[in-house]
């Protein structure tokens, strides 16, 4: 396991008080909802910049699906490309 570092953050008293009642419900601690939350936050950020990075390597390659490839995806989901 990777040693843990202290970070401060800052939060209205709202937010806060919201945490405070999850870590109560859940009997966790606010430091490790919140450092949960963050992880949660970093992967799907990083996931979601990585796919972008591939979507415009194929763009710039000039990979875009055909007329025919389109119109049967929309055929599968039943929507009406015209």
């Known amino acids: 396991m990777s040693q ?3 970070m401060s953050i800052r939060l209205d ?7 405070e ?3 109560k419900a859940t009997q966790r ?8 939350a963050v992880r ?8 979601q910049i990585q796919e972008i990075k591939e979507a415009i390597k ?12 389109v119109q049967e995806i929309s055929a599968k989901w039943g929507i009406n490309g015209d």
């Open 4 to 6: 843990s570092v202290t």
């Open 58 to 69: 194929e763009a710039d390659a000039s990979e875009f699906a055909t007329d025919g490839e």
């Open 29 to 36: 601690s606010k430091s490790y909802l919140a450092s949960q």
């Open 40 to 47: 949660e936050f970093i992967e799907l950020n990083e996931w």
């Open 13 to 19: 008293q709202q937010l806060k008080t919201r945490l």
């Open 21 to 23: 009642k999850i870590a």
